[in-house]
């Protein structure tokens, strides 16, 4: 992928909430993540801030940021893997609160651009604003008030972002932001929790965009329709959240990590070069095989199962991990060798 790691800016995210809870008492803090819990992971939508107050903006920047920043960052590496050679040179994230995505968009691409950070809750803003003040590329960022909604407006932009909002709007809403970011955009990307909500959100609006004259650049090696039976299962991925200790201290817990399931899209008008297949479920590894459980282009569900005999690849099954494209497009020319010298294990080949 054509995108510096992640670590450094992840480490910076880190070290801007680092004395994000001073002064509020832990008691108000764990007061506030439950209820922004309750938001999280409710269907009902708000017409009002679900971010009121300071308070209510350090515990939400304390508790999801870091999990919204790697799960974005994660959908956007995906996304620049089938746009190599690509970057945004502008960006603008729509109901971003406190920033977690702008942030990711950093860590993927170097350099700086525009950005212009939306959201109704004015605390957040502000929050936001604080934080992005000691990192380079975020200093000169915009952060404005908006109502994200069915009046709202975006300049045009070569990215725009849309993370954990569409759980507050109305259908109507919905519908009418995911229009206005594919009005707007050279390239859409929207994450949403992976539950089976947040999936059918998001299909929603992988169905719009495509209309709208889209390719789906990640994680769908296709732009067709999703293979899966509604009501059946649910498209989601994982990303590793490292805990500080300020996080542990605010959701609670012991581990050092956490896994942050989210289901997302990548669309663009730009030519795109889509995995061949993607690993939708974590990889099962056996004595002697693995097994991987792939959308494929046809557009199909398929598990193939790849074996010691298959050499090479199967050295890069053991190390492939769920969300990943399959067959690796980095493994020393694997995807230029496959199909032809090696037995293929998958049914896209059948």
């Known amino acids: 992928m054509n995108a510096p790691a992640s670590l450094p800016a992840a480490d910076s995210l880190r070290a801007a909430l680092s ?13 506030a993540v439950e209820r ?8 009902t939508p708000t017409d009002a801030p679900i971010l009121r107050d300071r308070a209510d903006v350090a515990a939400y920047a304390a508790y ?16 620049a893997d089938a746009v190599p050679g690509w ?7 729509v109901g971003g609160g406190t920033g977690a995505a702008a942030w990711a968009v950093s860590a993927t691409w170097d350099g700086e651009r525009p950005v212009t950070v939306l959201d109704w809750a004015a605390p957040a803003l502000d929050l936001g604003r604080e934080l992005a003040a000691g990192h380079p590329a975020l200093r000169g960022a915009r952060w404005e008030r908006a109502r994200i909604g069915s009046t709202l407006t975006l300049e045009p932009a070569d990215l725009v972002t849309v993370s954990y909002v569409l759980n507050e709007l109305t259908a109507a809403d919905r519908a009418a932001l995911v229009d206005a970011a594919a009005g707007a955009a050279r390239a859409v990307v929207i994450v949403e929790p992976g539950t089976p909500d947040g999936y059918a959100r998001m299909i929603e609006a992988r169905d719009r965009l495509v209309a709208a004259g889209f390719h789906v650049a990640a994680p769908c090696p296709h732009s067709a329709s999703c293979p899966i039976v509604p009501g059946t299962d649910w498209c989601h991925f994982s990303a590793r959240v490292s805990r500080s200790s300020l ?5 609670g817990g012991t581990l050092a990590y956490e896994d942050e399931k989210f289901s997302y899209v990548a669309a663009t008008r ?14 099962q590894i056996r004595k002697g095989q693995v097994l991987l459980d792939l959308c494929e282009t046809d557009p199909a569900l398929n598990r193939t199962t790849v074996t010691k005999r298959h050499g090479a690849l199967y050295r890069a099954a053991r ?6 494209p399959w067959p690796p497009r980095s493994r020393a020319g694997l995807t ?8 293929c294990p998958s049914s896209r080949c059948s």
Do not use: N
Request: some cysteine.
């Open 19 to 31: 004395g994000l809870l001073d002064g509020i008492p832990a008691r108000q803090a764990g007061q």
């Open 36 to 43: 922004l819990i309750g938001h999280y992971r409710g269907a």
């Open 64 to 79: 999801r940021m870091p999990a919204t920043f790697e799960a974005v960052h994660a959908a956007l590496l995906a996304f």
């Open 87 to 93: 970057a945004p040179g502008s960006h603008v994230d």
């Open 247 to 251: 996080h542990r201290q605010i959701k």
């Open 270 to 283: 730009l030519p795109v070069t889509p995995a061949p297949a993607r690993v939708v479920r974590k990889p």
């Open 319 to 324: 190390d492939t991990d769920w969300g990943d």
């Open 336 to 343: 230029r060798r496959h199909p032809c010298s090696v037995s």
